[in-house]
């Protein structure tokens, strides 16, 4: 079945909440220990999408196989350019090629948002993931060493990154 990219849809949440569920209960590439529930995940939707930056899902046919997207990466106006990703697929649909799809339609929509870097901070350093990143263009720029604990062991946290559009080379284009 073809695989599609599309928006998210608050309808999605109760897919998503599960999809996230797994990676915070059995994973190390966040570092929540409880996941959210409807509610909250329901939240994080309205408030992503509310401010006009991309959140992602992928589909075959009604089965949602995970998700993806884009927030600002710190508080303060000097980072309105930059931006995190996070990007999840459900655990028995891992390896088919959809966090790729994912990851390059979020690097699309995330520029379009007027992002100019994004940063992926990949927990527990998953090596899934870094090659995933790698592969979409991002470099290592950090690794912060044992600075969380889960699954009875420390985890570093891998810095990669990527230039969206004209990245640094001009000046940002005021939202």
């Known amino acids: 079945m073809t695989v599609i990219v599309r928006p998210v ?23 929540e220990v409880v996941p959210p529930g409807l509610a909250e995940t329901e939240d994080k939707i309205r408030h992503i999408s509310g401010r006009n930056w991309p959140f992602l899902v992928a589909c075959a046919g009604d089965q949602l196989l995970g998700y993806c997207y884009a927030t600002q990466f710190r508080d303060r106006p ?29 690097l699309v929509a995330a520029r379009e948002a007027g992002f100019r870097q994004m940063v992926a901070v990949i927990g527990g350093g998953e090596p899934a993931s870094v090659a995933l990143h790698a592969a979409c263009g991002f470099v290592e720029t950090g690794r912060l ?31």
């Open 145 to 175: 060493v044992a600075v969380g604990w889960k699954a009875g062991r420390w985890l570093d946290s891998v810095y990669m990154q990527i230039a969206l559009g004209a990245g640094a080379t001009t000046p940002p284009e005021l939202f």
């Open 78 to 106: 000097a980072y309105a350019y930059a931006c995190e990703n996070s990007i999840y697929i459900a655990q028995e649909r891992r390896g088919e090629g959809i966090g790729r799809k994912l990851l390059t339609a979020l």
């Open 9 to 31: 849809s608050v309808a999605d949440a109760g897919v998503i909440a599960a999809i996230y569920a797994h990676h915070v209960l059995h994973g190390t590439a966040t570092y």
